[in-house]
């Protein structure tokens, strides 16, 4: 799709030639699958979500109708609707952000239990294992003693898990749909890609497929294998997007998306997923998969637990090498061409990974804290 690296600028690639004004017509129809493809992975996902009346497959597919009103505006895609272009970009992008933060709001109610005590009951599936009911034990008698210093008999735990896969799919989604935004039309294909690839390859990459002797227990060696190959494909996607480890890479016009002025923080933070999009989508992906695939709150503290330090041992790896590297060449002729901005990445990308780390966190917080919002809004029920 595009040419990394200052040898191999001057080739032609795929994207220069989607950026032809001869080819217009195939660089918006890129622009539109790869949208309508992350739309239908978003939905896909939207089946771990307490899905309160569908509220929240109508916001995803509102935020994606301004991502193509967005389009339209800035003059990236063709529309019979002429009024689209003149609407303001800025005021399109602030709406999107509203959705977006209305989603996870809407998320953490329902799971408080506000909107069943309003009379609004969650979209009920096959597994039904986003249902963020508590329920307890039969009693032997009517005279049911509970201590509070004794085990919970409420399915604590079970709800906790399950608010905790909503939000981890949820914040894929949310992910997928910023990336898009900020996203090149040519590259924005690349977006359900990397989703595609990481599911297929986490897959293959079971034991079970492998040795379906019961057993053997290689949940170990599973996440080391996921963990390592979600990683790989964060970085293949991070080359192949067109980045490289020389700053003229860098995409300025992702950091101004939907901003009037200048603003430090917006435009890094913009600038900063744009060039690790592959990364982070990979990431949230991992913990995804990870909160799918747990069986109880305990084995997803484990996993999760395995897999963060999996992935903070490489990015401290790679930072310690390439500083001792840089430390050594510090009096080379291309210390300020090659070492400093590979030094500058791999900070960016520390930076990046320690706000993964703290995602995690936070998301366990909020489950722990939440919990006890939940006990007095939500139903209750015996089995």
């Given at each position: 799709?595009?040419?990394?690296?200052?040898?191999?600028?001057f080739?032609?690639?795929?994207?220069?030639?989607?950026?032809?004004p001869?080819?217009?017509?195939?660089?918006?129809a890129?622009?539109?699958?790869?949208?309508?493809?992350?739309?239908?992975i978003?939905?896909?996902?939207?089946?771990?979500?307490?899905?309160?009346?569908?509220?929240?497959?109508?916001?995803?597919?509102?935020?994606?109708?301004?991502?193509?009103c967005?389009?339209?505006?800035?003059?990236?895609?063709?529309?019979?609707?002429?009024?689209?272009?003149?609407?303001?970009?800025?005021?399109i992008?602030?709406?999107?952000?509203a959705?977006?933060?209305?989603q996870f709001?809407?998320?953490?109610?329902?799971?408080?239990?506000?909107?069943?005590?309003?009379?609004?009951?969650?979209?009920?599936?096959?597994?039904?294992?986003?249902?963020?009911?508590?329920?307890?034990?039969?009693?032997?008698?009517?005279?049911?003693?509970?201590?509070?210093?004794?085990?919970?008999?409420w399915?604590?735990?079970e709800?906790?898990?399950?608010?905790v896969?909503?939000?981890?799919?949820?914040?894929?989604n949310?992910?997928?749909?910023?990336?898009?935004?900020l996203?090149?039309?040519?590259?924005?294909?690349?977006?359900?890609?990397?989703?595609?690839t990481?599911v297929?390859?986490s897959?293959?990459m079971?034991?079970?497929l492998?040795?379906?002797?019961?057993?053997?227990?290689?949940?170990?060696?599973?996440?080391?294998?996921?963990?390592?190959?979600?990683?790989?494909i964060?970085?293949?996607?991070?080359?192949?997007?067109?980045?490289?480890?020389?700053?003229?890479?860098?995409?300025?016009?992702?950091?101004?998306?939907g901003?009037?002025?200048?603003?430090?923080?917006?435009?890094?933070?913009?600038?900063?997923?744009?060039?690790?999009?592959?990364?982070?989508?990979?990431?949230?992906?991992?913990?995804?998969?990870?909160?799918?695939?747990?069986?109880?709150?305990?084995?997803y503290?484990?996993t999760?637990?395995?897999?963060?330090?999996?992935?903070?041992?490489?990015?401290?790896?790679?930072?310690?090498?390439?500083c001792?590297?840089?430390?050594?060449?510090?009096d080379?002729?291309?210390?300020?061409?090659?070492?400093?901005?590979?030094?500058l990445?791999?900070?960016?990308?520390?930076?990046?990974?320690?706000?993964?780390?703290?995602?995690?966190?936070?998301?366990?917080?909020l489950?722990?804290t939440?919990?006890?919002l939940?006990?007095?809004?939500t139903y209750?029920?015996?089995?």
């Amino acid at each position: 799709m595009n040419q990394t690296g200052d040898r191999w600028l001057f080739l032609p690639d795929t994207a220069d030639w989607l950026n032809a004004p001869e080819n217009v017509f195939y660089l918006q129809a890129h622009l539109v699958i790869g949208t309508i493809g992350t739309l239908v992975i978003c939905l896909w996902n939207l089946r771990y979500l307490n899905n309160v009346k569908h509220f929240q497959s109508m916001l995803t597919i509102a935020a994606v109708i301004c991502i193509f009103c967005y389009r339209i505006a800035s003059n990236a895609l063709e529309a019979p609707i002429d009024d689209i272009k003149t609407w303001d970009p800025v005021k399109i992008v602030d709406v999107f952000w509203a959705i977006l933060i209305a989603q996870f709001l809407l998320e953490i109610v329902s799971y408080i239990g506000i909107l069943k005590s309003c009379g609004l009951q969650p979209v009920k599936n096959s597994s039904n294992a986003n249902k963020f009911e508590y329920s307890k034990p039969k009693a032997k008698s009517e005279d049911y003693f509970y201590d509070n210093l004794m085990e919970e008999p409420w399915n604590v735990e079970e709800v906790k898990l399950n608010l905790v896969r909503s939000l981890s799919h949820l914040m894929l989604n949310d992910l997928m749909l910023i990336v898009c935004l900020l996203m090149r039309p040519h590259n924005v294909v690349m977006v359900p890609s990397i989703f595609v690839t990481c599911v297929l390859t986490s897959e293959c990459m079971d034991h079970k497929l492998l040795d379906s002797k019961s057993g053997k227990k290689t949940e170990v060696a599973d996440i080391l294998s996921r963990t390592l190959v979600h990683m790989w494909i964060g970085i293949l996607f991070f080359f192949y997007q067109g980045n490289s480890n020389s700053l003229s890479s860098v995409d300025l016009g992702s950091g101004y998306v939907g901003l009037r002025q200048y603003c430090p923080v917006r435009v890094a933070l913009r600038m900063g997923l744009h060039a690790y999009a592959g990364p982070a989508i990979a990431g949230a992906a991992l913990f995804a998969t990870i909160a799918r695939h747990a069986d109880t709150w305990d084995k997803y503290l484990q996993t999760i637990w395995r897999s963060t330090n999996i992935l903070a041992a490489h990015r401290v790896y790679c930072v310690v090498v390439y500083c001792v590297i840089a430390t050594i060449f510090r009096d080379h002729l291309f210390v300020w061409s090659v070492f400093s901005p590979k030094l500058l990445y791999d900070f960016v990308a520390t930076i990046f990974s320690l706000q993964a780390l703290g995602t995690i966190a936070q998301l366990q917080f909020l489950a722990h804290t939440t919990n006890y919002l939940a006990r007095i809004f939500t139903y209750k029920s015996r089995l």
